[in-house]
């Protein structure tokens, strides 16, 4: 099946999220979509999905103009697509989820699961899913949910598949493993729309590489064309992918985990016996698939979780059992994983949002009075410190680009003398030009001597910031690697091979390999 | 391709034995165990209680159970300890109270203590199919209330205004029955009225996206307050006119209704007793086996999905808001056409709330929300004629009892009781 886009744009009020878009899926091709976040990809996919309606513009299916009401329409014109967030629902077997909303069914409007479950069984079969159609989808794996989630396009006889950021919850074993069943489904003469922003990955499957950059098409590409290129047609000028920083020099110890354990509400360990130190002036990454403890163990040494056992100690300080506030006091900075909800208030100026972390201390405050002539000085000052692009100190922190939030959220963390940086996907969803200012600010930090720790979900990260490497799987830690270590080694380490093993294996490969 | 199955069983072993062991049901057990000795064993009365089986002049008489109130009381206890003290052994060793444990627990804990409040009434003798049957009449309207939130909140729209569709229903079947001068076009009428006052909850709901509790509260006040007026205005000046329905008969299925016990609360009930056995069982049904019922569930827990394949989330929940606002106008007609022939002010009193109740106890499904209405009538009822039989404990404590018992459901303590993920959350596209 050809599907064809010309000029699609896609408005919401005064913002022009797609501007006139041209795009040609040919049958069986991989065509990817290559753009920062926010650059507009996801919208175009809504809007060839049914989600949205275009502002302008047409889609051709086989040469013939088609209109889509709905997700519904579109999946009968042969479109099928994985999302970003996975729609399923959790507490529905596989069977019922495949089912919903093209149900097979008897007399009377009862469901017919069985023919459903043969489909599915067909369908795994085939491309080698193993998945259980009886198995409750919130019970399984991430990897596993993905796949039930283009069967649910393989059972509407899907001839494109759009596939938005697949890759971003998957394990590296398991994007190879996608990245494998993209070839198959390929080689079946499906045509694949992959949306992504990594440039490996783009590189490794697509036949055809279209670039999206704040909603317009800036180039086509080979995916022979080099990395760099692409990364600077991806951001709009050359970019350097690699931070100069100097070697780490660890001074003392000041901050010791031990045997620390967090357990969810429902009882499970969600971070299991972790114990680990971080020395002045090193930065320790923690890398892990999404959910791995990862957010946990940060709220723990925030004070933000209940059910915390184990010590935490900062300077021979317990931290463990201690109020927010007194943490906060203990020279601890923090950048919350999700910025708009937990490191901003977003209907407060940025001036407001600039002292959230001192807004009770002099020369904020004056007994039980403000003092907005500080609180204005101060936001003119980070604002030029940081280049926060915004209308005014007073504007709401909310209106800001994500980038520029972040770029407030850190400059309310250093403002203050601290004795431990807390930092929980610094960039998620920043552009490529902010990172490198975010990520030169991060590592001078350390290099004024305070130990810092990096949440990132992103093995690009995590390898360019770190000094020491401390991988969790399932709450607990796989072990301690330095900062210079393979991806193959963190790939396996992530996928829960203990370091020595995980280390061991890689060498083993690249033996055979010479 | 097997790595699926092995990340699964990892992730199996994983939550096993990172689950911390709960002690929760273990002391729960063996704290009601020793409460049940010391006062259903040790503080049971000396006597024989007298449980009836049929009446003298029934078709089939069965002999009256009569036993010991201290044997009774012992066995019970003893066994009640036994159970306590198995599940401290398997929660010791690291796996699961059985839930057929806790069944029997129950089961156990309500004998024991039948008989023992019975034994200590001034006449230990009480009809035990009276007191099932009244039971099941008390509960008729919960069970039509639970099931209408049912049909709504697993459609994602939480029903707090059961209690005004009952009131509404029950109004409208005494005044079209009184006019009509008959029952049938009363209760059809008590739907139509019930219809009314979810379409307003949907139109506000769904439409508008006004919050659905406040809209639900709204809407009990405004029936209450409405038939509280009619009534005063209306129903009472002429209420030969207006206000005296005639009665729904009894309609007794021949044979299957003299079957001792069972009969009369299976079949020997009045249409809307019929429906609403008709109704938890086609509500069951459809809702885990039919497409309407997967579309349903869908759009309850994760409507956006049902939207990505095409299922329109909003039309759905308006049908399912409106379908809810039939069943619970069907079981307000119970309070004029079946318990009492005639209007009363506010007379569903708070039922509607309580069948709110059920319905969490329940677990949103129809059948766990039939058991739970039923326990509240049984206990009502248990209370009623334990006051007419003179017992020490007063009736307002055991009326207290399913509520006491709810408060404990619902905070999670005999296993999750989990909403519809979508519930009370409006869907807004986009």
New interface residues.
């Given amino acids: 099946m050809k599907l064809e886009l010309i000029g699609i744009t896609k408005r919401f009020g005064s913002l022009v999220a797609n501007d006139s878009i041209d795009l040609v899926v040919e049958p069986g091709q991989v065509h990817s979509l290559l753009g920062e976040n926010g650059a507009g990809k996801s919208t175009l996919m809504n809007v060839l ?1 049914g ?2 309606d275009p502002t302008e513009g047409e889609i051709l299916v086989n040469d013939e103009p088609v209109t889509f009401k ?4 579109a ?1 009968a014109a042969g479109i099928g ?1 994985v ?1 970003q967030h996975f ?6 077997t596989v069977a ?2 495949v ?5 097979a ?1 008897k007399a ?4 017919n699961l069985q023919t459903t479950r043969t489909r599915i069984r067909q369908i795994s079969d085939q491309y ?4 259980d159609p009886d ?1 409750v989808v919130e ?3 991430v ?2 949910q993905q ?1 039930v989630e283009i069967i ?1 396009a393989l059972v509407r006889d899907a001839e494109v598949l759009i596939l938005d950021e697949p890759t971003a919850v998957l394990t590296p ?1 398991e994007t190879d ?1 996608l990245l494998g069943i993209m070839a198959q489904l390929k080689a079946d003469g499906k045509s694949i729309v992959f949306i992504s922003h990594k440039l490996r990955e783009v590189k490794a499957v697509s036949d055809v590489i279209t670039v999206v950059r704040r909603g317009k098409v800036v180039g086509t590409a080979d995916p022979s064309a080099p990395t760099t290129e692409l990364a600077s047609l991806m951001v709009g000028r050359s970019v350097s992918l690699t931070l100069d920083k100097k070697p780490a020099t660890p001074g003392e110890v000041t901050f010791r985990v031990r045997d620390l354990t967090v ?1 969810a509400a ?4 969600v971070v ?1 016996g972790l114990s680990f130190d971080v020395a002045q002036g090193e930065i320790l990454a923690v890398a892990g698939v999404q959910g791995n403890g990862q957010t946990e163990l940060t709220e723990a040494i925030m004070g933000l979780q209940d059910h915390v056992t184990g010590s935490i100690t900062l300077d021979g300080n317990e931290l463990v059992g201690r109020k927010v506030k007194d943490i906060i006091r203990a020279g601890v900075g923090f950048v919350p994983e999700d910025r708009s909800v937990e490191g901003l208030v977003g209907t407060f100026s940025v001036a407001e949002n600039l002292i959230l972390n001192r807004y009770d201390d002099a020369p904020f405050a004056k007994g039980l009075s403000m003092s907005p002539s500080a609180i204005d000085k101060n936001a003119d000052e980070k604002i030029a410190e940081y280049d926060v692009r915004t209308q005014s100190a007073s504007a709401a922190a909310g209106t800001l680009s994500g980038g520029n939030q972040q770029k407030v959220v850190m400059a309310r963390e250093f403002s203050r003398p601290l004795k431990l940086f807390i930092a929980s996907q610094p960039t998620r969803g920043v552009d490529v030009g902010s990172i490198e200012f975010l990520h030169r600010r991060i590592v001078a930090e350390r290099d004024g001597g305070t130990p810092v720790i990096i949440v990132s979900t992103e093995l690009d990260e995590v390898l360019e910031l770190a000094d020491r490497i401390a991988v969790l799987y ?2 607990r830690l796989m072990g301690i690697v330095p900062g210079t270590v393979s991806r193959d080694v963190l790939g396996l380490m992530m996928a ?1 091979m203990p370091a020595d093993e995980a280390l061991a294996q890689a060498h083993d490969v690249q033996g055979g390999n010479l | ?5 092995t ?2 069983d ?2 199996h072993d ?2 096993g034995s ?3 062991r ?1 002690w929760k049901n273990p002391i729960i057990l063996s704290v009601v165990a020793v409460l049940a000795s010391l006062v259903f064993a040790l503080g049971a009365p000396r006597n024989d209680v007298t449980f009836r089986l049929s009446e003298e002049n029934d078709p089939i008489v069965l002999p009256s159970i009569v036993v010991s109130a201290p044997v009774i009381g012992w066995i019970a206890a003893l066994a009640m300890i036994a159970l306590a003290v198995y599940a401290i052994l398997r929660t010791r060793s690291g796996q699961k109270v059985p839930t057929w444990v806790l069944a029997v627990f129950a089961v156990l804990f309500l004998v024991a203590f039948l008989t023992w409040v019975v034994g200590s009434a001034r006449t230990p003798n009480v009809a035990l199919y009276g007191l099932l049957a009244g039971s099941v009449t008390l509960a008729v309207p919960l069970i039509f209330g639970s099931l209408s939130g049912v049909l709504c909140e697993r459609s994602g729209v939480v029903n707090i205004a059961i209690e005004g569709q009952l009131l509404f229903g029950a109004f409208a079947a005494a005044v079209a029955a009184s006019l009509s001068g008959s029952a049938i076009v009363g209760l059809l009428a008590a739907a139509v009225a019930g219809v009314l006052v979810s379409l307003v909850l949907a139109v506000f709901s769904i439409r508008y996206v006004v919050n659905q509790v406040i809209v639900g509260v709204v809407l009990n006040v405004l029936v209450s307050g409405l038939t509280g007026f009619l009534f005063s205005a209306v129903l009472s000046e002429d209420s030969e006119r207006w206000n005296s329905p005639p009665r729904l008969p009894v309609i007794e299925i021949p044979l299957l209704a003299d079957i001792p016990v069972i009969g009369p609360i299976l079949f020997q009930q009045t249409v809307v007793g019929y429906l609403m056995y008709i109704a938890v069982a086609v509500v069951y049904v459809a809702l885990y ?7 349903t ?2 759009v309850g ?2 409507p ?8 329109n989330v909003n039309r759905m929940r308006f049908m399912n808001v409106l379908l809810a606002g039939v069943v619970a106008g069907v079981g307000g007609s119970f309070f004029t056409l079946v318990a009492v022939s005639g209007f009363g002010r506010d007379m569903t009193a708070g039922q509607g709330y309580i069948a709110l109740a059920a319905l969490i106890f329940g677990r949103w499904n129809p059948i766990g929300a039939f058991f739970a209405a039923l326990l509240f009538g049984f206990a009502t009822n248990l209370s009623n004629v334990l006051s007419l039989l003179g017992t020490p404990v007063p009736d307002q404590f055991l009326r207290m009892l399913p509520y006491v018992v709810t408060v404990f459901a619902v905070a999670g303590l005999v296993g999750r009781s989990r909403a519809p ?1 979508a519930s009370g959350i409006p869907y807004i ?2």
């Fill in positions: 999905y989600l949205y709905g997700p519904g329409d999946m697509m999302h729609m399923l629902v959790p507490v529905f019922e989820n089912a919903l909303g093209n149900e069914t009377g409007g009862m469901l080698g899913f193993d998945v198995a019970d399984l794996p990897g596993v796949r649910k074993k493993e357990q429902n009882g499970q360990r299991d399932r709450g829960g | 391709m097997s790595t699926a199955t990340a699964r990892e992730r994983a939550t990172a689950t911390v709960s086996h039919s497409r309407w019922g997967l579309r569930r869908a827990e994760h956006k999905a049902a939207d990505t394949l095409g299922v993920g596209k986009g």
